[in-house]
T-cell receptor, first 113, second 115 residues
C-alpha cells in the first residue's frame, strides 16, 4: 500500500523569504515522487520528480526537493519566494509495482508582499 | 506542441441528467488518465488506459460512470445519471507510456456543477 501526506494545508510566507512545503510518503515498493503546481483555473504542471537517481532534485522556477528514505520525506523548498509562486502544490507518489498514482491533499502557498 | 485538450471547460446540469466529457491527449502518448478533483483536495484516479485498454478502473463507480477510449487516442467519460455529489473538476492527463516515473501532462479540466 502507499500513501502521501502533506503536512500543511496552508503555508504563508513573505516575498523574498524561503519556502518549505512538507511531504511524507509510504510505499511498499521503490517510489517515484513528484511535485506538481496548480495555479487557479490552470492545469497541473510538473515542478520536479525523483526517480531513484540523485536524492536532491532540482526543478523549474528555482524549486528543489530532497528525497530522504530514512525519513520517508520529499520536502519542497525554494530559497526566495516570489509573488507568482502563490498556488496549490501537490506531492505525488507512484511505484513500480502495481503502478498506482496517489496525490496528496495539497498545500496552498500564500506569498505576502 | 499542443497539450492535453479537454472539453467542455464548464458544464452545469440538473441532477439525474447525463453528461459527457471529452479528452484529446498529447500526440503519441499511449497512457491516458481520468481524475476527479473535489474542492480543496488532490486529484483521485478514476481510470487509466493503456492504448484502448482500461488497465485500472478499480476506482470508477461503474453503476453511473463509464469511459471509453476508441482507437487508443481520444477518450470520453460519461456520467448517467448525475448526482449532486458529482460536482467537481474532472481532469484528463496523458503520459508517454505506462512507466511510473513518466511525467503526466494534465489538461485544464472540466468543472461540473450538478444542480
Amino acid at each position: 500500500a502507499q500513501s502521501v501526506t502533506q503536512l500543511d494545508s496552508h503555508v504563508s510566507v513573505s516575498e523574498g523569504t524561503p519556502v518549505l512545503l512538507r511531504c511524507n510518503y509510504s510505499s511498499s515498493y521503490s517510489p517515484s515522487l513528484f511535485w506538481y503546481v496548480q495555479h487557479p483555473n490552470k492545469g497541473l504542471q510538473l515542478l520536479l520528480k525523483y526517480t531513484s537517481a540523485a536524492t536532491l532534485v532540482k526543478g523549474i522556477n528555482g524549486f528543489e526537493a530532497e528525497f530522504k528514505k530514512s525519513e520517508t520525506s520529499f520536502h519542497l523548498t525554494k530559497p526566495s519566494a516570489h509573488m507568482s509562486d502563490a498556488a496549490e502544490y501537490f506531492c505525488v507518489v507512484t511505484n513500480t509495482g502495481g503502478f498506482k498514482t496517489i496525490f496528496g491533499a495539497g498545500t496552498r502557498l500564500f506569498v505576502k508582499a | 506542441e499542443a497539450g492535453v485538450v479537454q472539453s467542455p471547460r464548464y458544464k452545469i446540469i440538473e441532477k439525474k441528467q447525463p453528461v459527457a466529457f471529452w479528452c484529446n491527449p498529447i500526440s503519441g502518448h499511449n497512457t491516458l488518465y481520468w481524475y476527479l478533483q473535489n474542492l480543496g483536495q488532490g486529484p483521485e484516479l478514476l481510470i487509466r488506459y493503456e492504448n484502448e485498454e482500461a488497465v485500472d478502473d478499480s476506482q470508477l463507480p461503474k453503476d453511473r460512470f463509464s469511459a471509453e477510449r476508441l482507437k487508443g487516442v481520444d477518450s470520453t467519460l460519461k456520467i448517467q445519471p448525475a448526482e449532486l455529489g458529482d460536482s467537481a473538476v474532472y481532469l484528463c492527463a496523458s503520459s508517454l507510456d505506462d512507466v511510473s516515473y513518466n511525467e503526466q501532462f494534465f489538461g485544464p479540466g472540466t468543472r461540473l456543477t450538478v444542480l
